[in-house]
């Protein structure tokens, strides 16, 4: 170190001293900057893996404090390495700051590739590849990372980029790999487009990079485009057809029950697409129109829910049931009333059989079903639109209006009051058990002109000479002995 007057330089007069004493300063700020780089280089460089080794820290107390199972833990802590070795590789962060305009770009650039080595969008149209390659997210799994898990509602599917991804089938007594998925190939479409939970878990064999897509985004491209959701079906049962293809071979299903099982789940997800063409395809070659789903809803009841025509109008053309039922004794005519597609109401309608007492019947559900869920609106329609008969009878025997009683929807019961014929009603049902709920009788309101006005000689206010006054309340007998007792007593009167 440079010092005044002991080091190499020695001053013998005050401009020495002077310069000695600058270079002094100049040479231990230098040396500073220099020490200050080396250790910010240090520390730089040092910095992730203190992170790293903080990150593992918290990791294992967690574990620790809440004694989860050894496989468990190694998952987490597979992950916050894995997390740790991929930061630099993983872009996606980056890729979602950017405008929405360059993102598509570089996605375009950077997923499309691997996009169009999918069999399931192959002859897909340039279009559509690009707007779901916008949607899609890079994901970064550790190796034996559950990526879908058995039985799990189909809402992802994922793109395989690198790495490999083992198929597993899991019992009781039994978990074996039933195949392993490379580069270019795609896990989980097999239950979103059949709209079915996941029949096996997926799981990872080495670190890979996979491409998520939710299911959400992949039908709602389907949807905007019918030629190119025609083309992902084909493909998609194409592949069903092979005897190759490894999903859906499995020990506990026989296999052409299995073909079937896709094909008919693939023509309830045409119903809910509102894919017309490729339903009466699928019909030609012998498909049953009438399956139904876990919740028994068949094609005819979603696209009726949905408001898709022209898929109705294919699947009553190829046999579809107008009178089947779901597992809440839904029919597809109350699917269609009650999304308030009138038009699709009226052609099932039309297709029922033309038996009084069958229409008097499905009249009497529908005005029941109203009635029970107290839908005003749906019930308006069919009396007033549909011009149905509020004294029509379920399958059951039931009446709406007793129903709506027994649940006390008292708009409900008004409006059926008001447009049936009371003296009809009566006969059909006993009135003292429909009213031994309640500590009341019939009342009737008798206004004298209007019910909230009436006239009398302009007295120069400028009101037009109406006056407020309320209407007069009888009380009527609940039955015709008690109207002779009221009879006699005033006859005594007189």
């Not at 195949?179 to 670190?207: H, I, N, W, Y």
């Not at 139904?292 to 009726?304: C, N, R, V, Y």
């Not at 107008?322 to 009650?338: F, K, M, P, Q, Y």
Request: charge should be neutral; hydrophobic fraction near 40%; glycine fraction near 6%.
């Amino acid at each position: 170190m440079t010092t005044v007057g002991y080091g190499d330089l020695r001053a013998e007069n005050t401009r020495e001293r002077i310069f000695i004493t600058g270079y002094m300063l100049f040479n231990l700020g230098l040396t500073a900057y220099l020490i200050g780089n080396m250790t910010d280089l240090v520390v730089e460089s040092a910095r992730r893996t203190m992170e790293y080794r903080k990150s593992i820290e918290v990791a294992s107390t967690f574990v620790n404090r809440n004694c989860l199972p050894r496989r468990l833990e190694e998952q987490v802590l597979a992950y916050m390495s894995l997390r740790f070795q991929a930061e630099r590789m993983n872009q996606q962060r980056f890729i979602e700051e950017l405008p929405k305009s360059i993102r598509r770009r570089v996605c375009r650039h950077l997923f499309l590739p691997a996009v169009q080595q999918v069999y399931l969008f192959k002859d897909v149209s340039i279009g559509t590849l690009t707007s779901l390659v916008s949607k899609l997210r890079a994901e970064y799994m550790p190796p034996r990372e559950e990526v879908i898990l058995r039985k799990e509602g189909p809402d992802e599917v994922y793109i395989i980029v690198s790495g490999e991804v083992e198929i597993v089938s899991s019992t009781r007594e039994l978990i074996r790999s039933l195949e392993s998925l490379s580069s270019g190939d795609m896990f989980g479409e097999a239950a979103a487009l059949c709209c079915t939970p996941q029949r096996f878990t997926f799981r990872t064999k080495v670190l890979s990079q996979l491409l998520r897509l939710k299911t959400a985004m992949l039908l709602e491209a389907m949807r905007i485009n019918h030629h190119d959701s025609v083309t992902i079906i084909n493909n998609f049962l194409r592949i069903m057809e092979n005897d190759n293809m490894v999903p859906f071979h499995d020990d506990e299903f026989d296999e052409e029950e299995t073909k079937m099982t896709v094909n008919s789940y693939s023509l309830l997800s045409l119903a809910r697409l509102g894919n017309a063409f490729f339903i009466e395809e699928l019909l030609k070659e012998g498909l049953d129109p009438n399956i139904g789903d876990s919740k028994g809803k068949t094609p005819l009841h979603i696209a009726a829910s949905k408001g898709h025509k022209e898929c109705v109008l294919v699947l009553l053309r190829y046999g579809g049931n107008v009178h089947l039922r779901d597992v809440d004794g839904n029919t597809a005519l109350w699917e269609a009333i009650s999304s308030n597609h009138n038009l699709i109401f009226g052609i099932l309608l039309s297709h029922v059989n033309i038996n009084s007492n069958e229409i008097q019947t499905i009249q009497g559900d529908l005005l029941c079903s109203a009635a029970e869920q107290n839908n005003l609106r749906v019930m308006r329609e069919l009396v007033r639109v549909h011009g149905f008969n509020v004294h029509s009878k379920n399958r059951r025997g039931n009446l709406a209006l007793g129903l709506a009683m027994e649940r006390n929807h008292a708009e409900m019961v008004h409006f059926l009051v008001a447009n049936g014929k009371l003296q009809a009603a009566s006969t059909r049902f006993d009135r003292s058990s429909l009213l031994g709920d309640y500590d009341c009788c019939l009342r009737v309101n008798i206004f004298m002109g209007h019910p909230d006005f009436f006239r009398r000689e302009d007295d120069g206010d400028g009101d037009g000479g109406k006056s407020k006054r309320f209407g007069k309340l009888i009380k009527l007998p609940s039955s015709l002995e008690e109207l002779k007792s009221i009879a006699g007593i005033h006859e005594k009167n007189k």
